[in-house]
């Protein structure tokens, strides 16, 4: 994979987008409603219209191959760039890269507060580029402005929380009954090079959820984020070659999860695999990576319930559960997707939240009036729409007025179903979109049923000021986070992962860093 001069790469790019039928003379049409508004930086234009290859061993360089991936900005259906979708054999450069740049005395006998001092300085760059980081966001994926700016503010809190443990990071001495007199203690050690393959609901935060814990125990990372949406990663990367981490230590590689995410899961210079996304991939993963005992955590689906006692503010609940389920359109895999309201009070609730979702203007991420931004994706809008039109043809009611919604960009109305229940697709299988499903229950032994009827569990709520009622439920909730009066809150400092088929292992906390850490047992007899 040689490097490419600017020169070239762009007469690269250009012929790509030629062949596949891209107009060059479309793109800069897609900042004409922004332009107007003056919304967009003059550097976020020029990020997304230069030609993109992938980062490795230091270096910016683009496939040897003619094979690229076109990405949409969602709102206008047009398409912003392509990126490379790599060769198998390219893959494996970036792994050698990154086997390089862990054996590298310069990366590996780092000292931790030096590591920790790289990681500030990153944060720092995050922090200065915030609003240009933001709006590529907003372009790439579709979301809100406003999510997007709250998301950088997320993920610069874990930077810097994270970089607080690169010092922190110790074994123990333990007192053994073997015979004499011995001396045992573990050390801890980086488990080596890790892929961090992302979803496309979440692409920064996501980039750095798998990157920062995996550098502050001293491994090296190879990204690959999702084909939709590869363009905050890419961005990031540039950052963090600016604060200093030698060649090699990150690599952000981009293609399908088919072709470029399958080589990454089963090459063998790879220690240990952080997936977030789908259950169905990450079962694929899993299988993969146990074919090299690779180490493997997975953040996978999930179909979260909120359950709603009589006694709870209903004010309180009708704003939460909507928020919980129409944030971020939907796509967020701890979304409140089934709610789970007592039959005294489910009408009104009912009436709150389809009130709120019919109230929702549908716009661009970049309009200050969006209440509701685009879906990533066409094939994704299909499916979406596909799951509401099975359920409704399978008896659920619709509580809200909107339902297919026309035009270029990839919009789902925000919806809301009732009258379903758990043998329905809509109750089973996660969505993924603004779509939420109601039932009402009696007492609260049906309540716990109904919550737990799931193969997913990663999050859940509950919604009541009887706390007798909520310490009684919470250990019976099969969920790995539980929220109460509230849901989807989340912190850098506090664990983040799901039972069942929602996944295994932790993001976030203390937790995360064991997942990129191995254990070493040493004996010295001292006799």
């Known amino acids: 994979m040689p490097y490419l001069e600017s020169l070239e790469l762009q007469n690269h790019v250009a012929d790509s987008l030629l062949r596949h039928n ?23 234009k020029a990020f997304i219209a230069k030609p993109k290859g992938c980062f490795i061993g230091g270096e910016w360089m683009h496939s040897d191959t003619d094979s690229v991936i076109p990405v ?27 086997r390089k740049a862990f054996a590298n005395p310069e990366w590996r006998g780092m000292k931790p507060m030096a590591r920790q001092a790289m990681l500030l300085r990153l944060s720092d760059l995050v922090e200065e580029n915030a609003e240009q980081l933001a709006q590529i966001e907003s372009l790439d994926n579709g979301k809100s402005i406003t999510g997007a700016r709250a998301e950088l503010s997320s993920a610069i809190n874990h930077i810097r929380y994270m970089a607080g443990w690169c010092s922190k990071i110790e074994g123990k001495v333990n007192t053994v009954s073997a015979s004499g007199q011995q001396h045992a203690y573990t050390l801890k050690e980086p488990v080596g090079v890790v892929a961090g393959i992302i979803p496309w609901n979440f692409p920064l935060v996501m980039a750095v959820w798998k990157i920062i814990p995996a550098l502050v125990t001293g491994c090296t990372v190879i990204l690959k984020p999702a084909e939709q949406t590869p363009l905050s990663a890419l961005r990031l990367a540039e950052l963090i070659a600016e604060a200093g981490f030698p060649k090699g230590v990150v690599n952000v590689i981009t293609g399908t999860g088919v072709q470029v995410g399958a080589a990454l899961a089963s090459h063998p210079g790879i220690n240990k695999i952080a997936f ?19 180490r493997v955590s997975l953040e996978l689906g999930g179909k979260s319930p909120l359950i709603v006692f009589a006694d709870a503010d209903i004010d309180k609940v009708i704003k939460g559960a909507a928020n ?14 089934r709610l789970y309201i007592h039959r005294d009070i489910h009408d009104k609730v009912v009436a709150g939240i389809a009130a709120i979702a019919d109230s929702l203007t549908l716009a661009s991420g970049l309009d200050a009036s969006c209440g509701m931004a685009p879906l990533v994706s066409k094939p994704h809008q299909l499916r979406v729409n596909g799951y509401i039109a099975q359920g409704l043809s399978e008896g659920a009611k619709l509580a809200t007025k909107r339902s297919i919604v026309e035009g270029d960009g990839y919009f789902v109305a925000p919806t809301v179903l009732t009258d379903t229940h758990n043998a329905m697709a809509v109750v089973r299988e996660e969505i993924f979109g603004p779509v939420l499903v109601v039932q009402a229950f009696e007492d609260e032994e049906e309540a716990l049923r109904l919550a737990n009827d799931s193969s997913y569990g990663l999050g859940a709520s509950i919604w009541s000021n ?12 099969e969920a790995g986070v539980v929220w109460v009066n509230t849901h989807n809150l989340g912190d850098p400092s506090q664990p983040f992962g799901g039972y069942k088929q929602s996944g295994i292992g932790r993001e976030q906390g203390r937790e995360q860093l064991d997942m990129f850490l191995e254990t070493k047992s040493v004996w010295i007899d001292l006799n």
């Open 466 to 477: 009887d706390l007798t009622r909520v310490h009684r439920l919470i250990p019976q909730i």
């Open 72 to 98: 949409y900005e969602p709102f206008t259906g047009k398409v912003l760039n392509v990126i490379p979708n790599l060769s198998v054999s390219e893959v494996d450069e970036a792994v050698v890269a990154a």
């Open 276 to 294: 977030t996304g789908s259950t169905a991939v990450g079962k694929s993963i899993g299988k993969s990576a146990m074919e090299n005992i690779t």
């Open 22 to 44: 891209y107009n060059l003379d479309d793109l800069p049409d897609i900042f004409t409603q922004v332009d107007r508004e003056n919304i967009l930086l003059d550097s976020v």
């Open 324 to 337: 919980a389920i129409f944030y971020n359109q939907g796509q967020v895999c701890c979304a409140g997707s």
